[in-house]
């Protein structure tokens, strides 16, 4: 009878091993009380990493980074290695340095495709009017000349002349227009100005390309264009370029309201409100810091004279 009792014990104790494993009694294994807590720090960790690289590189060797950020070697090490599995992070086999990788540019271009200028820059030009009592406008260039996107108008501004949304208008006479032009490859603009012609509007409207040109250069050293009743008597205005990555000029911010209003200290107050929300819009559309708005295949400016 103990022999029968001992074969029973037996069995019963290998019941659990020899069911398939689907059919076995569940054993619950307890989680990590800090399990959540370790896994956010670790991804702050390799967030930390990826902008770091990106703001300091363009490559940066595990030593060198573990140094800067504060961080273990071998945190560094595998959280690269986590991130290169990604696309996220790249490996130069020459070197054996790291770089971003080539994901976060499609990303990238996915997360700018997302955001469309008009609705992107509405709110600016909202918060632009309000602040400057000035109608403001954005423009952005076609084939072939200057396109209004967007504007908001002031109720303190008596503005005779007013683009539609979506109409198109002369760029050698109006701040908007300069300003995108400035930044323009000369073949582009004396296409848009071969299309166009320049008309005169006042006795102060640009007669000839050369004293446009001129104009353009000037626009391109200190940043802003300007349009002193060259469209309107009584009218004038200033624009600002707008950027998205690798300085590549998609649009310009502009002011106008009555002459009176542009002149000393106000003047001064709406250039340097306009440049800073330029700024920031550009930002809004994925320019970074250290791109410089400089012009591109122009002869007319040189940025480091």
Not at 176 to 190: C, F, S, V
Not at 217 to 233: F, I, N, Q, V, W
């Amino acid at each position: 009878m103990s022999g029968a009792n001992e074969f029973a014990r037996n069995r019963n104790a290998r019941k659990g091993t020899d069911l398939p494993a689907a059919l076995r009694p569940s054993r619950r294994l307890s989680r990590p009380r800090n399990a959540d807590a370790g896994s956010s720090k670790s991804l702050q960790k390799a967030l930390r990493l990826l902008l770091y690289l990106g703001e300091s590189g363009p490559e940066m060797s595990i030593t060198r980074l573990a140094s800067d950020l504060g961080l273990n070697k071998t945190t560094v090490f595998r959280l690269l290695n986590a991130m290169q599995k990604f696309g996220l992070i790249e490996k130069n086999a020459t070197n054996e340095k790291y770089r971003l990788g080539l994901r976060l540019h499609e990303l990238g271009c996915r997360a700018l495709e997302s955001r469309p200028l008009r609705q992107e820059a509405h709110g600016f030009l909202v918060e632009l009017a309000r602040l400057t009592k000035e109608s403001v406008s954005i423009a952005v260039p076609e084939a072939g000349g200057i396109v209004c996107l967007d504007r908001v108008d002031s109720l303190d501004s008596i503005i005779t002349v007013r683009t539609p949304i979506g109409g198109r208008f002369h760029a050698h006479c109006t701040a908007a227009g300069k300003a995108i032009l400035a930044w323009l490859p000369d073949e582009e603009i004396r296409a848009i100005i071969d299309r166009n012609g320049m008309p005169s509007f006042t006795y102060l409207t640009h007669a000839r390309l050369a004293d446009l040109m001129n104009d353009l250069a000037m626009t391109r050293h200190r940043g802003y264009a300007c349009d002193s009743e060259e469209l309107e008597k009584g009218l004038s205005g200033v624009a600002a370029p707008v950027f998205m990555r690798d300085s590549y000029l998609v649009a310009a911010l502009g002011i106008a309201g009555p002459s009176g209003r542009f002149q000393g200290e106000e003047f001064e107050k709406k250039i340097a409100l306009l440049k800073d929300f330029a700024t920031r819009l550009s930002k809004t559309l994925g320019r970074r810091d250290s791109e410089l708005p400089v012009a591109r295949n122009s002869s007319f400016y040189d940025p480091f004279s």
